[in-house]
């Protein structure tokens, strides 16, 4: 064998030999960290309740809706989406280019617009849910739970 040969054949032998020596895999191996084993308690566990979801018609464009906590009462007592709410209200009160109509909480859409400063503005408040249906919704909601 040649030198050059018999150095690379040694660099080989060298990295295996030093990687033989750790042997180890992980961090944790290194630490002696306990691998982990599950946990057996005595305390009896509740299983979940699960909520029974109602699919409802929209009454505004009548596709399902297919998440109720997304959903509004419209005034009739029927659901409608979220999306169908933004786009009725756009289409009565014709936002001007830098308005936009926004959802601000508790059942109310605002008409959002900026003022000479530049800082965002509230130029309507539009209630669109009174607080009797949004409660009279969670109630719904909270009868369809069952174990």
């Not at 032998?13 to 033989?20: C, E, F, P």
């Not at 830098?98 to 059942?107: C, H, K, L, R």
């Amino acid at each position: 064998m040649t030198q050059t040969k018999r150095q690379t054949a040694k660099k080989k032998n060298k990295k295996k030999v030093q990687s033989a020596i750790t042997g180890f895999s992980t961090l944790n191996q290194v630490a002696g960290v306990p691998k982990p084993s599950e946990h057996h308690s005595s305390i009896p566990v509740d299983t979940p309740k699960r909520i029974r979801e109602p699919q409802p018609v929209c009454s505004y464009c009548g596709k399902e809706i297919e998440n109720i906590a997304e959903a509004f009462t419209a005034s009739d007592g029927s659901y409608v989406h979220f999306d169908c709410v933004i786009s009725r209200i756009k289409e009565a009160e014709r936002p001007k280019e830098d308005e936009t109509v926004s959802y601000i909480g508790s059942g109310n859409f605002a008409l959002i617009g900026k003022d000479e400063e530049g800082r965002y503005k509230i130029i309507k408040t539009i209630p669109f849910e009174t607080p009797d249906k949004t409660k009279a919704m969670k109630e719904y909601i909270e009868s369809l739970k069952e174990l």
